[in-house]
């Protein structure tokens, strides 16, 4: 309950809207509205995508060899575009090592600053040292670089403990962040204390936990799920799937408002255009309408149930799973269309 709940210190100004409030136009999604654009994706002329093409010109044939790909190479973890896993590398040089040039590591900075909103620039630079043994971005940080940048189709994916993200320019249209992402951090060791102290991702919960205490009994009850799923579950159900967790059309108006909430904290961390092509794949869906949240009694680290340390946002193509269980991982994956391939591994 509210007395178990510790706020995150760096997250304790809550949810910044500014960003979403210098559009006029808004994605109506199914019934919560979602402020938007009107065009919604990054394009290849954003900043970070502007970056990986800077940074391909800048590649050498030997370094295209080691960290350059197909657009649908496969290797024993399949295809290797689409794979993601909470701790993983998907090239064998580290940004900060001597396989990069000065300048070409200045530009890998700025594709990661590029993907992600200014405002949390800072809290991924602390994840990443704090999840890497106090070393600062690059030093457990791969990339990988699929087709050919400023061609059809190409995508930069960055991986290492606790993230991995995308910079396709929207070559990709049906998936948003350029495919299925994740998240992790463990601020205070392994095995977490209760509320989180210091985790910059645990506001997120809170503001779910928020949710749940406004659900009566019965919505409880049907919320509340007795086993965790396995943490690379993310793939999706589509329209005809069977995803239990109590449906959004059965919440009152101050619940979907508070839904709201949490889905803006949620997308928080990414740039503009990336929470607006959130939105317009949630609206191709059914928008929030369409989704279910569902806690899980299992995994809690404090002395009582709640708050709920593992909690999942779930609609057709539409999947946050959060997990706080030993420490944060958040597995991320939005769509449009949900035939989209999908190569998890937890």
């Known amino acids: 309950m509210a007395e178990n709940r510790?706020?995150?210190?760096?997250?304790?100004?809550?949810?910044?809207?500014?960003?979403?409030?210098?559009?006029?136009?808004?994605?109506?999604?199914?019934?919560?509205?979602?402020?938007?654009?009107?065009?919604?994706a990054p394009?290849?002329?954003?900043?970070?995508?502007?970056?990986?093409?800077?940074?391909?010109?800048?590649?050498?044939?030997?370094?295209?060899?080691?960290?350059?790909?197909?657009?649908d190479h496969k290797d024993e973890r399949g295809l290797l575009r689409t794979h993601v896993s909470n701790n993983w590398h998907i090239t064998k040089p580290t940004i900060d090592s001597d396989f990069f040039t000065p300048k070409q590591k200045g530009i890998l900075f700025d594709v990661f600053k590029g993907i992600f909103h200014p405002d949390w620039h800072q809290k991924l630079l602390k994840q990443l040292k704090d999840d890497n043994e106090g070393k600062p971005f690059g030093a457990d940080q791969n990339v990988a670089i699929f087709g050919e940048p400023g061609g059809e189709k190409f995508e930069l994916v960055m991986t290492g403990r606790h993230m991995t993200c995308r910079a396709d320019g929207n070559t990709e249209k049906h998936v948003a962040l350029g495919g299925p992402i994740f998240h992790g951090h463990a601020a205070e060791g392994f095995n977490e204390k209760a509320g989180h102290p210091g985790n910059v991702f645990w506001h997120q919960a809170v503001e779910a936990n928020k949710v749940y205490t406004l659900f009566d009994e019965k919505q409880k009850e049907k919320a509340l799920q007795p086993r965790l799923p396995a943490e690379s579950a993310v793939g999706f159900k589509g329209k005809e799937g069977v995803i239990p967790g109590?449906?959004?059309?059965?919440?009152?108006?101050?619940?979907?408002?508070?839904?709201?909430?949490?889905?803006?904290?949620?997308?928080?961390?990414?740039?503009?255009?990336?929470r607006d092509e959130i939105a317009e794949c949630l609206k191709a869906q059914g928008g929030l309408e369409a989704c279910r949240l569902m806690f899980y009694r299992a995994g809690s680290l404090g002395d009582k149930d709640t708050p709920w340390d593992n909690w999942r946002l779930e609609g057709p193509s539409f999947v946050w799973y959060f997990r706080g269980t030993p420490h944060v991982h958040i597995w991320i994956n939005v769509a449009s269309?949900?035939?989209?391939?999908?190569?998890?591994?937890g």
Not at 6 to 34: K, Q, S, Y
Not at 44 to 56: F, G, I, N
Not at 254 to 265: G, R
């Open 6 to 40: 510790i706020d995150c210190p760096d997250c304790a100004e809550g949810l910044d809207r500014r960003a979403f409030l210098h559009t006029a136009a808004a994605v109506t999604a199914g019934g919560i509205l979602l402020p938007g654009r009107a065009t919604a």
């Open 246 to 274: 109590l449906p959004v059309t059965e919440m009152s108006n101050d619940q979907k408002d508070a839904l709201k909430k949490v889905l803006l904290s949620l997308v928080e961390p990414y740039r503009q255009e990336d």
């Open 337 to 345: 269309d949900p035939t989209v391939e999908l190569n998890a591994r």
């Open 43 to 71: 394009t290849p002329q954003s900043a970070a995508e502007t970056a990986v093409k800077a940074l391909y010109e800048t590649l050498t044939p030997e370094q295209k060899k080691v960290i350059c790909f197909a657009w």
